[in-house]
């Protein structure tokens, strides 16, 4: 499973972000994917997931402030961001799950001015 990762970039406190993972070489819809993050000096922390169900689970940080989709049909998981504070600033990591094996993307920086 390949994971390509788009949408990370330099956004303004208050502002919003959308960020796209798609998921190839894969013959049939991913169990779990989802994003990760990690900020300088931390470790990395669960942002969201979703599984093929559409069950969704959030790091309580981003909590009313992030939402996560999913298209199974083109296997690609959407995360959109409001009402972004700079403490969101990190790499960001798509992550998936399929048959019990864990895949991470190359990681997209978010950055959030003050």
């Known amino acids: 499973v390949q994971l390509q990762a788009s949408g990370g970039g330099l956004v303004q406190a208050g502002g919003s972000l959308r960020l796209s993972c798609v998921a190839s070489g894969v013959a049939s819809s991913v169990t779990v994917m989802g994003w990760y993050r990690q900020a300088p000096g931390n470790q990395r922390e669960l942002v969201a997931d979703i599984t093929r169900g559409f069950v969704t689970n959030y790091g309580d940080s981003v909590k009313g402030r992030f939402t996560i989709s999913r298209d199974n049909a083109k296997n690609t998981v959407y995360l959109q961001m409001n009402s972004l504070k700079p403490e969101d600033t990190a790499v960001y990591y798509c992550?998936?799950?399929?048959?019990?094996?864990?895949?991470w993307g190359k990681g997209t920086l978010v950055t959030v001015s003050s």
């Open positions: 992550h998936a799950r399929q048959w019990g094996v864990a895949y």
